[in-house]
């Protein structure tokens, strides 16, 4: 059965339930996406303030069979944020839930609601000397019920995981209307299913996320960073290996990015200041957060030699200041910014087991050569096996020239993370973006238990439609 | 409807399916568990070799609509493996479903089937220098598959998370009898549902786990315990997050325990040394693992003169050796035989937020002693806000003689619980025991959540009937 549209007969009955100041304009920030690949419709923009008015709207939805979309800070990747077809649904602005309930630094916990900013959460942690780790490079406009919904990643994933491993509990709004209060600060508890995780990366298919238990960490004593050239991508985990066994849980991010990545920006960002005189073709930037007693950039140096002795490296640099940590992070924090003014055909938010990495990229560079004289942009997180494998036109052309072939690259790319035991959606999602790659490379047993749990959850399939599963009604 | 007893019927169409090898006498072994508080009942034992056999095993009992009971090691303390009343179930062991199906130390990474048991898993691991860390006192015998139905905890939860933080995927046989093929070696995957915590923690409800990617660890370059002395349990708190600024993600074990506990094994172990001439009040056991260029010895030191400066602790010894480490953790590993042997009326596994603990230490003490002079053993997990609160007769008298208090005791011990937003399962699981404690203290949406789940993947609640959710046929 089709869902009905927020129609203004519909939008006259949510007036009377909820107060003046929980409506907004349906202006266009709320129907644009950072890619610009959609438009989205809206039939009425609430922001509510409170839990229980938030169940008032998803009650009202249900009861007239209206979709309801979701929405934190508008960053996401894959269009989980954006119904652009069908009925226009209720977009569901977390915006004005920006409260942080409550603080236990002894704890390490934080209760916050949904729509607080990431930037936001990381300083009031920073304010009690406290670390909340998950950072992505959308962190001033990204909201926590956002980052939950879709499982952020990000750079620190590699010591401190993905979202999900920084929740200890969640409140949220079933797609019945009924509340569940789930706010535990508990470490451990084995009382029933995991509904926590499940709410986690559902991207607001089977329910809304309005306030979380997240998890702190105590800050490192002491912060390092290195650029360091390696040989191949294989020095590169050979390389990640000996961090780990120097350092151990020290090792909180390991990027690994390719020349072409700082092509782009000495083309597009010139005034940003690369810090190699010659571009080296493969590089990786490690930070480490050290306990006491140790020096980060003693330690680093350490790593070099060991790495230089057994010829994985060839050069690199050990930030000397904080000043020169930021700038090494500002080229790896940049290169999303150079590919979006290169303007790539593809894009693709891969993972592959950590061990497959170098052949993957030898063989993805196989695939996309057979395709044409493409520029492959490769960087990421090695040690997560997470890489963006993006692809542009040759230098002079423009995207619009070969966007024809988008389809073709993006089968291509995908079929190989396929057959390599990888995953087409490391850490953006699925959103509206990859149903199709969901149904084509996903479990059919998983996606059919998928299906039986939104519907059970969500009978009436109000809930983001058609994001993550195709809408029944389709 | 009610489910069919495995009778000779089915049993002899199931020795038509599968080898006669996958076949076990009906031994007492199977229908007991470690407190001896019930006895189970099977039609058949079967042990498949396989993850198709399993399939077949699933698929007839779902046409025949007979229950199936998981069995792993048969160490969980909450009744999952047993059913003692009911129709006659299968009893499915995990038992000749014990490879390594693969280890890969580049990546931290191993594969293995369900029936592995939890001390192979270490020593696999140890072999090519990695750590698999969730280790429990039953580790001989416990078999991993349990562990991850049940979410296992244990004494490194505080560095390295619960069993389901320690899982990146599962193959499992749904109630459908289908498999479900998740078994990939992925740091991040955002492609769906996550249906792999769903199923951990499920204890066998949803499905049988029979094979699992774990995440394995760098050991750490050094080790090191400490037993310390602390004033009080607000002292012992304060001491953990001393450790923590001192040594960040290195305090891998902070063990609260009291006298009353070392008075048992003074008892009921008299061989067993115990390391203090005065037994104290209340001591933690620290275990440290430490990266390289740090010594533990005066790592723990340094940490043991800061506290001592600051009041929080009187007494302390460092292990000076291994076998001194061991013998350290011979004490807080040999408590659970001590209570076992002087017989509790009531165990309760909860958590409660860590900053709570002094005050339910309290405020437990005060419910307990109004019921009458009982003598408590209160030790566990502080760093995970979990404690065993453990209810033993006055001295000089028997468990039988207090028996009919066990249900007051465990009633008030978890309303307080439960008042101070804590949970009565923290890491033991729901079993059979605490069905009735999650009807009364869970939370009623979440409540009606997890039933509509189990009715979506196991429409005929054949899988571990009466575990965790009631049977609706009850």
Same mark, same amino acid.
């Given at each position: 059965?089709?869902?009905?549209?927020?129609?203004? %007969?519909?939008? !006259?009955?949510?007036?009377?339930?909820?107060?003046?100041?929980?409506?907004?304009?349906?202006?266009?920030?709320?129907?644009?996406?950072?890619?610009?690949?959609?438009?989205?419709?809206?039939?009425?923009?609430?922001?509510?303030?409170?839990?229980?008015?938030?169940?008032?709207?998803?009650?009202?939805?249900?009861?007239?069979?209206?979709?309801?979309?979701?929405?934190?800070?508008?960053?996401?990747?894959? +269009?989980?944020?954006?119904?652009?077809?069908?009925?226009?649904?209720?977009?569901?602005?977390?915006?004005?839930?920006?409260?942080?309930?409550?603080?236990?630094?002894?704890?390490?916990?934080?209760?916050?609601?949904?729509?607080?900013?990431?930037?936001?959460?990381?300083?009031?942690?920073?304010?009690?000397?406290?670390?909340?780790?998950?950072?992505?490079?959308?962190? +001033?406009?990204?909201?926590?019920?956002?980052?939950?919904?879709?499982?952020?990643?990000?750079?620190?994933?590699?010591?401190?995981?993905?979202?999900?491993?920084?929740?200890?509990?969640?409140?949220?709004?079933?797609?019945?209307?009924?509340?569940?209060?789930?706010? #535990?600060?508990?470490?451990?508890?084995?009382?029933?299913? %995991?509904?926590?995780?499940?709410?986690?990366?559902?991207? +607001?298919?089977?329910?809304?996320?309005?306030?979380?238990?997240?998890? *702190?960490?105590?800050?490192?004593?002491?912060? +390092?960073?290195?650029?360091?050239?390696?040989?191949?991508?294989?020095?590169?985990?050979?390389?990640?290996?000996?961090?780990?066994?120097?350092?151990?849980?020290?090792?909180?991010?390991?990027?690994?990015?390719?020349?072409?990545? *700082?092509?782009?920006?000495?083309?597009?960002?010139?005034?940003?200041?690369?810090?190699?005189?010659?571009?080296?073709?493969?590089?990786?930037?490690?930070?480490?957060?050290?306990?006491?007693?140790?020096?980060?950039? !003693?330690?680093?140096?350490?790593?070099?030699?060991?790495?230089?002795?057994?010829? *994985?490296?060839?050069?690199?640099?050990?930030?000397?200041?904080?000043?020169?940590?930021?700038?090494?992070?500002?080229?790896?924090?940049?290169?999303?910014?150079?590919?979006?003014?290169?303007?790539?055909?593809?894009?693709?938010?891969?993972?592959?087991?950590?061990?497959?990495?170098?052949?993957?990229?030898?063989?993805?560079? #196989?695939?996309? !050569?057979?395709?044409?004289?493409?520029?492959?942009?490769?960087?990421?997180?090695?040690?997560?096996?997470?890489?963006?494998?993006?692809?542009?036109?040759?230098?002079?052309?423009?995207?619009? !020239?070969?966007?024809?072939?988008?389809?073709?690259?993006?089968?291509?790319?995908?079929?190989?993370?396929?057959?390599?035991?990888?995953?087409?959606?490391?850490?953006?999602?699925?959103?509206?973006?990859?149903?199709?790659?969901?149904?084509?490379?996903?479990?059919?047993?998983?996606?059919?238990?998928?299906?039986?749990?939104?519907?059970?959850?969500?009978?009436?399939?109000?809930?983001?439609?058609?994001?993550?599963?195709?809408?029944?009604? %389709?």
């Amino acid at each position: 059965m089709t869902l009905n549209p927020a129609d203004p %007969d519909f939008i !006259a009955h949510l007036h009377q339930l909820l107060p003046g100041a929980a409506f907004r304009e349906v202006e266009p920030k709320y129907l644009e996406e950072p890619r610009g690949r959609w438009i989205g419709q809206a039939g009425v923009v609430v922001a509510p303030a409170t839990v229980d008015e938030v169940a008032t709207v998803i009650t009202a939805a249900s009861k007239a069979r209206v979709g309801v979309v979701p929405y934190g800070g508008g960053t996401g990747l894959v +269009g989980g944020q954006i119904l652009s077809d069908g009925s226009a649904p209720v977009l569901l602005s977390l915006e004005r839930m920006r409260a942080i309930r409550g603080i236990y630094p002894d704890e390490n916990v934080m209760v916050v609601e949904a729509g607080a900013i990431l930037a936001d959460i990381h300083a009031a942690a920073a304010e009690v000397n406290r670390l909340f780790p998950l950072t992505i490079a959308a962190k +001033g406009s990204a909201r926590i019920g956002g980052n939950l919904a879709t499982n952020a990643g990000g750079v620190n994933v590699l010591r401190y995981g993905n979202a999900r491993d920084l929740c200890l509990g969640l409140e949220a709004v079933l797609p019945s209307g009924e509340v569940w209060h789930g706010l #535990k600060r508990l470490r451990k508890d084995n009382a029933g299913y %995991d509904l926590k995780n499940l709410m986690i990366g559902s991207e +607001g298919t089977l329910g809304v996320i309005t306030a979380a238990t997240l998890k *702190l960490y105590p800050r490192p004593a002491t912060e +390092g960073t290195a650029l360091i050239v390696v040989n191949s991508p294989e020095a590169a985990l050979a390389l990640l290996a000996r961090a780990r066994d120097h350092l151990g849980e020290a090792v909180s991010a390991f990027e690994l990015m390719h020349r072409t990545g *700082l092509e782009f920006l000495a083309e597009t960002l010139p005034d940003l200041r690369l810090p190699f005189a010659d571009l080296p073709e493969w590089f990786v930037l490690i930070d480490v957060g050290l306990a006491r007693g140790l020096d980060p950039q !003693a330690s680093l140096g350490a790593l070099f030699a060991d790495a230089h002795e057994a010829g *994985l490296v060839s050069d690199g640099m050990i930030a000397q200041s904080e000043a020169q940590r930021q700038q090494f992070w500002e080229v790896r924090e940049n290169i999303p910014e150079g590919n979006r003014r290169i303007g790539s055909i593809s894009s693709h938010d891969i993972s592959v087991p950590i061990g497959a990495i170098p052949d993957f990229i030898i063989r993805g560079n #196989k695939v996309i !050569a057979a395709l044409g004289a493409f520029r492959i942009n490769c960087f990421g997180h090695l040690g997560d096996g997470n890489l963006h494998y993006n692809i542009f036109p040759p230098k002079g052309q423009s995207r619009e !020239a070969h966007v024809e072939k988008r389809e073709a690259i993006k089968r291509a790319v995908h079929d190989l993370v396929h057959q390599m035991g990888g995953s087409v959606s490391a850490e953006h999602g699925v959103g509206r973006l990859k149903v199709e790659d969901l149904e084509r490379y996903g479990d059919p047993v998983k996606m059919s238990a998928m299906r039986a749990i939104k519907a059970a959850l969500d009978p009436k399939s109000i809930m983001n439609p058609g994001a993550v599963l195709r809408d029944p009604s %389709d």
